[in-house]
Structures are given as structure tokens and as C-alpha cells.
């Protein structure tokens, strides 16, 4: 199984920070890594395909970067409504794998 | 509008069994491979089984082969989750996703982009 892991798992930040958020492959994925957002009590949503392609109607402040083991989720200005947990996921190989998540709380 | 509802979560002792559904409407279903991801409490996502289009191709997590059988009945739109021989471990939140994507040359990208609202299993005595 591909493990995937993510830095920090937690994090506190102010209205309008540049957030970033990393996440590392167990072994080279190419570029089919995943991310989603998830608010609390809430079903996940996709943001990121394909590493970074964003998906139609998620804010353009969202954006992903990386290939092989190595990728990041930014949010270039962060907003009230983007404090949640956010998830990256790869889609090379069966089982899919998720990371263990990084919340992002408010300061 | 893509919707995906799921039903059929409960109180269930170890041992037991539960069926889980899950009902699609807003997109045509037999073109899609679908998926059941779960969430323990306060934990993270765990992706779980996935279905092929026609059903002649399915796919577990190691820790449910042999206990969880996923299937899905096109005609109804539907797709399920039988859970057999439940442990404590088996808690969580299963939703069941759409799993979409396309190819660019010899490359095919796959991600969940819808998902339901999620049923509520909890395995206890």
C-alpha cells in the first residue's frame, strides 16, 4: 500500500495567511494525488485533481503543486469559511489511501 | 443535481451484520465506478471497497476482505454494502462517493467528487 503523509497535521493561522500544507507519497505517485476539504459534520469535497487541477467552483486561492512523492496544497488568502480539515489523496494504485488530515484552525 | 443518499446505518453488536444502500440520482450511475469510504470517530478517511460500472469488478480494503461484500443493482441506481462478522474497529461514518475521472494519453486520473451524506454504523454490545 502507498502511505501518505501530511505536515503539519495541524495548524492556526489569521484571516488572510497564505497557508500551505504538504503531503509525501510512501513511494512515487506521478501526479494522481487528490485533495479535499472537510467541514465538521460534513461530507469531504474535492478541490484538487490530478495534483492541480482545480475543480469547477472552488475559489481560485486554492491551488496544488507536486509530482512523484512530493505535494502541496496553498491557500493563498485564507478565509473564514476555509477553517476545516483537508485530506490529500492518491489514486494510483488500489486501495486508494487518504492522509491523515491537517486542520486548519483559526488564530 | 448529482445526489447520493445513504441508509441502512446502526447499532449492530459484534459479530452481527448490516446492509448498507445507497441511492444515486441526478447522473447516469451504470457509467461510473463507485466507492464507500469511511471515518471513525474524531479519525480520518478510510477508503473501503470500490465497483466497477458493471459490477464484474470490485476492490476491499485488506482489513474487510472476506467480511464486506460491495455490489451495486444498475437498474435501481443503487449500490450497496453488506457487512458481515462487524467488529469494534468497523465504527464509523460510511459514505458512499462517485468516483469519476479521464484520461490524458496514457494517464487516467481518478477522484471521488461526489459523495452522500453518510450513515452512522456503530458496532458495540
Known amino acids: 500500500d502507498i502511505q501518505m503523509t501530511q505536515s503539519p497535521s495541524s495548524l492556526s493561522a489569521s484571516v488572510g495567511d497564505r497557508v500551505t500544507i504538504t503531503c509525501r507519497a510512501s513511494r512515487s505517485i506521478d501526479s494522481y494525488v487528490n485533495w479535499y476539504q472537510q467541514k465538521l459534520g460534513k461530507a469531504p469535497k474535492l478541490l484538487i485533481s490530478a495534483a492541480s487541477s482545480l475543480q469547477s467552483g472552488v475559489p481560485s486561492r486554492f491551488s496544488g503543486s507536486g509530482s512523484g512523492t512530493d505535494f502541496t496544497l496553498t491557500i493563498s488568502s485564507l478565509q473564514p469559511e476555509d477553517f476545516a480539515t483537508y485530506y490529500c489523496?492518491?489514486?494510483?494504485?488500489?486501495?486508494?489511501?487518504f492522509g491523515q488530515g491537517t486542520k486548519v484552525e483559526i488564530k | 443535481e448529482v445526489q447520493l443518499v445513504e441508509s441502512g446505518g446502526g447499532l449492530v453488536q459484534p459479530g452481527g451484520s448490516l446492509r448498507l444502500s445507497c441511492a444515486a440520482s441526478g447522473f447516469t450511475f451504470s457509467t461510473y465506478w463507485m466507492s464507500w469510504v469511511r471515518q471513525a470517530p474524531g479519525k480520518g478517511l478510510e477508503w473501503v471497497a470500490n465497483?466497477?460500472?458493471?459490477?464484474?469488478?470490485?476492490n476491499y480494503v485488506d482489513s474487510v476482505k472476506g467480511r464486506f461484500t460491495i455490489s451495486r443493482d444498475n437498474a435501481k441506481n443503487s449500490l450497496y454494502l453488506q457487512m458481515n462478522s462487524l467488529r469494534a474497529e468497523d465504527t464509523a461514518v460510511y459514505y458512499c462517493?462517485?468516483?469519476?475521472?479521464?484520461?490524458?494519453?496514457?494517464?487516467?486520473?481518478?477522484?471521488?467528487?461526489?459523495w452522500g451524506q453518510g450513515t452512522l454504523v456503530t458496532v458495540s454490545s
Open positions: 489523496q492518491q489514486s494510483h494504485i488500489i486501495p486508494r489511501t
Open positions: 462517493a462517485r468516483e469519476n475521472g479521464y484520461c490524458s494519453g496514457p494517464r487516467c486520473y481518478f477522484y471521488f467528487d461526489f
Open positions: 465497483i466497477k460500472q458493471d459490477g464484474s469488478e470490485k
